[in-house]
């Protein structure tokens, strides 16, 4: 690292901070200009699905007001960001607020004066949207964290989604499609493992080759197996929701984030492991020190190969579930191309997340939110064309890139082949 | 594309960005023919020269090797998912000679019915001598060009790119960039003839360049890396296309599917071989970008600088170069290329602005980028494979009804294994090269 670079990243740094603060400020103005000054009437959401238990009144609020309050909180706060300097925890709780805010009066400007929006839906297919994108960002944690780029989260959906879909239809059971669909992500990640750490291919562009490769396999597969042999091959049941017991009657909350298919309980269980391994325990310090300094990680004994060949394949089984929940999950079928780009999405959600599982997790979450508003406000009338919001989750990663996450961000030995000298 | 390419650039040093340039800078390449004859230590003929270029596994040998090993392994996936031959090999025991037959039938049909779609149908031939028509002969050749054109352009936006130790993942969205402008004066803009098509070429480079410098711009401003950046901007190039096609100003009058008007006939590149053929001008478009980039790369101050700035970042800061401004500039041109690509398309082959316009020339011109070393005339050459194998496949579904997709699956195995000389000389039992000698292209991380 040279004394030019060094200066050079220090001026980034200021910038960020204060690109951070600026795009908070406009998005306070969005609040109020836009949100606020086109909103007329209530805003009404609905927190109760048919055949509830619990009724829950609806929820009508003055759209224009709560947009303005919203916006004046978000441009005091994003001053104070651009300007004051924070230290970790109070930057994330500002940014967590000035998003929150702006999803808020972006929901009130959308439903005001229009039909109830159903709130508990819409959370519903946000979590489920969420699935891969969460299992498949993990997938990159693991593998980023152990020092190998996994630019082929994509392929390992899709290949999940085809292998769970022919399985779980060829022999009936949606557990060995489950199953089968976890190892075709893994069986990718073998190819990226071997070909990036023993033959050394640079991981970008193995993971684009994959990707392509994942892509013409499935597709050539689809039409020459799958089109003509449609009800023994591509006819899979899918997974019934198991409502939690107690957990599941819980008004709002209950049927948002219990009453599910196995797939978001297995998120769960994902994310919470992930985290767990990789910053509480020893496993997962000797995992980050591969990641960080595989030379050093060498020289106190840490198997580095073998750490990036487990970590990388580890990544790839989980993907592989991501992939079996858009074909075994909801659909029941599999389609060409299925996963369209939710695996760079889920790549992005990490990035947005700083390689860490619980980031990730919560930008991959915003993104399924996205994503389910494309869907569902569509039928509310809403005026915003979904192309921009199925266009949202990438502009947010441009922006984040550019301005939150620093260069130094990336684990140190990303995308290094390791050579023992 | 093995010898000619290394030409004026000498061995190792004028690889693209590599990855251990203390083993390998320096070091002439054994393997190619040129730079060997003056300065291999090791055997003198010709004939030598050839025998340890093959037993080594130079760059063109292991092209060839993975090119064979790929086709290969396309052709038993044909062979093992086709019913015909799973039902032969069922009664493997019974008449085990049936089942090879047939599982090399299968292959052996697809390709030829490739080859017959992609370079010439001897049908055509004798049914010319009997008043068919010529055109008919080389229709397969022109498709194949045809199918080359964006993938050229396109390959040499990635290309060059390469050289400059960027990756650019984003030639979809700079094709979109490019084909929308160039489209939007097709249809909506009128001018004399040769001025038309003219000015829209030139839209669909300025189209590409945008998008293009905006990547390099944020680069070298903020850091922010060109591999994420370009990737999300392919998508929200896609979904601008589709939403732009919603309004009524890029769509077509009256039509209910997002698609816009036509090109207006000012506007398209002319055909070279009568209306038959549809090879067109912007073959020769492609051809002149390659030769063009071939000039910046080895005859210009930038050329020097983005290689420079490609090989060691810091070396080319110390020499008082600014890699910031290398990008910028570089990520403009590459857009610009792209954006060629696109115009190629919508003023040469498809006419009209759809969804799915970019189709997969953006991912494809990565691979062929891979497969010709990131130098002009590879990139040209690899096209022309693609090309082929996309034309070709086109004609072997309707013969045989095998999804056209196997061509995606070859181009990938291609790469794959192009992309890791290691694993084909395991494969084939050559012998090991002397470590760093492979130039591997672009090894560097995040941060890098």
């Given at each position: 690292m040279t004394a030019i670079s060094l200066v050079g990243q220090q001026r980034f740094a200021f910038d960020r901070q204060r690109v951070i603060g600026t795009i908070f400020v406009m998005l306070g103005l969005v609040d109020i200009f836009v949100f606020g000054v086109y909103s007329q009437g209530d805003a009404v959401f609905t927190f109760t699905l048919t055949g509830a238990a619990v009724s829950v009144p609806n929820l009508a609020i003055a759209a224009a007001p709560v947009c303005y309050g919203l916006g004046a909180l978000s441009i005091v706060l994003g001053s104070l960001y651009a300007g004051v300097k924070f230290t970790k925890l109070p930057q994330r709780l500002v940014a967590g607020a000035v998003t929150l805010g702006f999803v808020v009066a972006f929901l009130c400007w959308s439903d005001a004066g229009r039909i109830p929006l159903p709130f508990v839906s819409l959370m519903q297919s946000t979590m489920l949207a969420s699935i891969p994108l969460v299992l498949g960002a993990l997938s990159g944690c693991l593998c980023e964290r152990s020092g190998v780029i996994n630019i082929a989260i994509e392929g390992q959906l899709l290949l999940g989604a085809f292998a769970g879909a022919v399985i779980a239809s060829a022999f009936g059971s949606l557990w060995l499609g489950l199953l089968t669909g976890s190892l075709a992500g893994g069986l990718l990640a073998v190819l990226l493992a071997v070909f990036t750490i023993r033959y050394m291919v640079d991981q970008i562009i193995l993971g684009v080759v994959l990707n392509v490769f994942a892509s013409g396999l499935t597709g050539y597969l689809y039409d020459q197996a799958l089109v003509p042999y449609q009800t023994r091959l591509n006819s899979p049941a899918t997974f019934t929701p198991i409502k939690i017991p107690v957990l599941g009657d819980i008004p709002i909350l209950g049927p948002i984030f219990f009453d599910s298919t196995i797939f978001l309980y297995m998120t769960y269980a994902a994310v919470a492991l992930v985290h767990i391994g990789l910053f509480k325990t020893r496993w997962g310090l000797r995992v980050r020190a591969v990641g960080e300094h595989p030379t050093a990680a060498d020289t106190v004994g840490i198997r580095v190969l073998w750490t990036r060949y487990r970590n990388v394949i580890l990544g790839g089984l989980l993907a592989g579930i991501g992939g079996a929940s858009l074909s075994i999950g909801s659909v029941g079928s599999f389609g060409k191309d299925m996963s369209s780009g939710q695996g760079y999405i889920a790549l992005a959600a990490m990035i947005f997340g700083r390689w860490t599982p619980l980031g990730a997790t919560g930008a991959a979450l915003l993104f399924g939110f996205s994503v389910a508003c494309a869907n569902v406000l569509g039928t509310i009338g809403c005026p915003i064309p979904s192309d921009f919001l199925l266009m949202l989750p990438y502009v947010a990663t441009i922006v984040a890139v550019a301005g939150f996450v620093g260069k130094s961000q990336a684990p140190k030995a990303d995308g290094k082949p390791y050579v023992k000298s | 594309m093995s010898e000619q390419d290394v030409g004026p650039e000498g061995g190792g040093t004028a690889r693209p960005a590599q990855s251990q340039p203390a083993e390998g800078a320096g070091e002439p390449d054994p393997a190619s023919a040129t730079a060997a004859e003056v300065l291999s230590p090791r055997g003198s003929g010709v004939g030598t020269q050839l025998l340890n270029a093959v037993l080594e596994g130079s760059s063109a040998v292991v092209t060839i090797l993975a090119i064979l090993l790929a086709i290969v392994i396309g052709g038993l996936l044909i062979a093992f998912t086709s019913p015909t031959v799973l039902h032969a090999w069922s009664h493997l025991f019974s008449s085990p000679g049936n089942a090879f037959a047939k599982a090399w039938d299968v292959a052996a049909s697809a390709y030829s019915a490739m080859f017959e779609g992609a370079i010439v149908n001897p049908h055509t031939i004798t049914a010319a001598f009997h008043g068919g028509s010529t055109a008919a002969i080389f229709n397969p050749l022109s498709e194949t060009a045809v199918n080359a054109t964006p993938l050229i352009l396109a390959g040499l936006a990635v290309a060059l790119a390469f050289r400059a130790g960027l990756f650019n993942i984003g030639a979809t969205g700079q094709f979109i960039g490019g084909a929308m402008i160039a489209g939007w004066i097709g249809y909506a803009v009128h001018l004399p003839m040769i001025i038309h098509v003219v000015v829209a070429v030139i839209g669909g480079f300025v189209g590409g360049a945008i998008v293009g410098a905006f990547v390099g711009d944020l680069k070298a401003r903020t850091g922010a890396h060109e591999v994420i950046v370009t990737i999300m901007l392919n998508y929200v190039m896609e979904f601008l296309i589709l939403f732009l096609l919603g309004l009524t100003v890029f769509r077509a009058a009256g039509s209910p599917n997002p698609i816009s008007p036509t090109v207006l006939n000012n506007a398209t590149l002319p055909h070279l071989a009568g209306v038959n053929l549809r090879i067109n001008?912007?073959?020769?478009?492609?051809?002149?970008?390659?030769?063009?980039?071939?000039?910046?790369?080895?005859?210009?101050?930038?050329?020097?600088?983005?290689?420079?700035?490609?090989?060691?970042?810091?070396?080319?800061?110390?020499?008082?170069?600014?890699?910031?401004?290398?990008?910028?500039?570089?990520?403009?041109?590459?857009?610009?290329?792209?954006?060629?690509?696109?115009?190629?398309?919508?003023?040469?082959?498809?006419?009209?602005?759809?969804?799915?316009?970019?189709?997969?020339?953006?991912?494809?011109?990565?691979?062929?980028?891979?497969?010709?070393?990131?130098?002009?005339?590879?990139?040209?050459?690899?096209?022309?494979?693609?090309?082929?194998?996309?034309?070709?496949?086109?004609?072997?579904?309707?013969?045989?009804?095998?999804?056209?997709?196997?061509?995606?699956?070859?181009?990938?195995?291609?790469?794959?294994?192009?992309?890791?000389?290691?694993?084909?000389?395991?494969?084939?039992?050559?012998?090991?090269?002397?470590?760093?000698?492979?130039?591997?292209?672009?090894?560097?991380?995040?941060?890098?």
């Open positions: - | 001008a912007g073959f020769l478009l492609a051809l002149a970008a390659a030769a063009a980039v071939a000039w910046l790369l080895s005859r210009t101050t930038l050329g020097f600088e983005l290689r420079t700035v490609g090989a060691n970042q810091n070396a080319a800061r110390a020499a008082g170069m600014s890699p910031e401004r290398t990008w910028v500039k570089v990520m403009t041109i590459c857009g610009g290329l792209a954006g060629l690509a696109g115009a190629s398309v919508i003023l040469g082959t498809d006419f009209a602005l759809t969804p799915q316009i970019y189709g997969t020339y953006g991912i494809d011109a990565i691979t062929v980028a891979l497969l010709g070393r990131a130098k002009p005339g590879g990139v040209v050459l690899a096209a022309l494979l693609y090309g082929s194998l996309n034309a070709g496949s086109v004609t072997m579904q309707a013969q045989t009804q095998i999804p056209v997709d196997i061509a995606t699956v070859i181009q990938a195995l291609i790469v794959l294994f192009v992309a890791a000389p290691p694993f084909v000389r395991e494969v084939f039992h050559l012998r090991a090269r002397r470590a760093g000698s492979d130039g591997q292209l672009l090894a560097k991380g995040w941060s890098a």
